[in-house]
């Protein structure tokens, strides 16, 4: 029997989420893909967020959203996702944020603080930091923060001059988020990810990653929610690399959305659910298993 075989059948492909109501005393919620398409609430999620803690389970919305938590309560409010749904937000821009104030750890210890920025206007609120003075060229930088495009439909080459730029000057960068892409509705985008991706792996960069799937961010949210019996929490995310693999990394069960960012792949759509053959086939390279593969948040 081959891997991927193993890992289709390890993986319950569930229709609803109902039942687990009782198997689980937390849920971690990933946001963009699951909750929401980053114009809409997803259908049913707001429905099956709100059923869940009518039967009593806590819900901590757990985002790699590149800016501050402040900035992840204001974008959902703006969707029309109520504050009702969920008990607690948690994102990497957030944990970044305060790695880059605190330096409490070697390799942020050694960074200066004159910050080169790459990313759109509405993060510039990262570098309201007492540990950072902004640099307006990467010349003048020690170190960059890169949140994601600054325009919605950019590409990575428009971003290469600017990375060797960096590379030469042998620049640490902080990545606020680790996805490599999203989907704005049906609009696949570059995330900060990508451009990191290729800093660290094709230009030799030195590149720090907050959020999903590393383990501090998990630890983080697990000690907020009086570091329950891991068993009895479940992750519930669109992303293989990021959500999948991190609560993996955290020793927590996950359900994959499978008509998130992967749902082009599967030949799925909201709602649906693929074949154990598809389930299988894209599982074969993925660096951890679901425990299940769901439609979406659909109670």
């Avoid at 029309?80 to 605190?102: K, L, M, Q």
Wanted: glycine fraction near 10%.
């Amino acid at each position: 029997m081959t891997d991927s075989h193993s890992k289709s059948l390890n993986a319950e492909l569930l229709p609803r989420l109902a039942p687990l109501a009782e198997r689980y005393d937390h849920l971690i919620v990933d946001l963009w893909g699951t909750l929401h398409n980053g114009i809409t609430p997803l259908p049913g999620a707001i429905d099956c967020l709100a059923r869940f803690k009518a039967a009593g389970t806590g819900v901590a919305l757990l985002s790699n959203a590149p800016f501050r938590v402040s900035g992840v309560r204001t974008v959902l409010e703006q969707i029309g996702i109520p504050d009702t749904i969920y008990d607690d937000i948690f994102c990497s821009g957030e944990v970044a944020w305060h790695a880059i104030r605190n330096r409490d750890d070697p390799w942020h210890q050694k960074l200066g603080r004159r910050a080169a920025f790459i990313g759109p206007d509405r993060h510039r609120p990262m570098l309201d930091n007492p540990g950072i003075d902004q640099a307006t060229e990467i010349g003048e930088a020690d170190f960059v923060i890169c949140t994601g495009p600054r325009e919605a439909g950019d590409l990575l080459d428009d971003y290469i001059p600017e990375l060797e730029a960096a590379a030469a000057r042998a620049l640490p960068m902080i990545c606020t988020n680790p996805d490599r892409e999203v989907l704005r509705g049906d609009a696949r985008e570059i995330c900060a990810g990508a451009l990191a991706e290729v800093y660290e792996r094709d230009m030799g960069g030195d590149v720090a990653w907050h959020g999903k799937p590393y383990r501090p961010v998990f630890d983080e949210v697990l000690k907020s929610i009086g570091s329950p019996d891991r068993a009895r929490v479940l992750m519930i995310g669109d992303g293989l690399l990021t959500d999948i693999a991190g609560a993996a990394t955290a020793g927590l069960d996950s359900a994959f959305v499978v008509s998130g960012i992967a749902g082009e792949q599967l030949g799925v759509s909201y709602g649906d659910l693929p074949t154990a053959e598809m389930l299988c086939e894209i599982l074969e390279n993925a660096p951890a298993s679901p425990r299940y593969a769901i439609p979406g948040l659909i109670w």
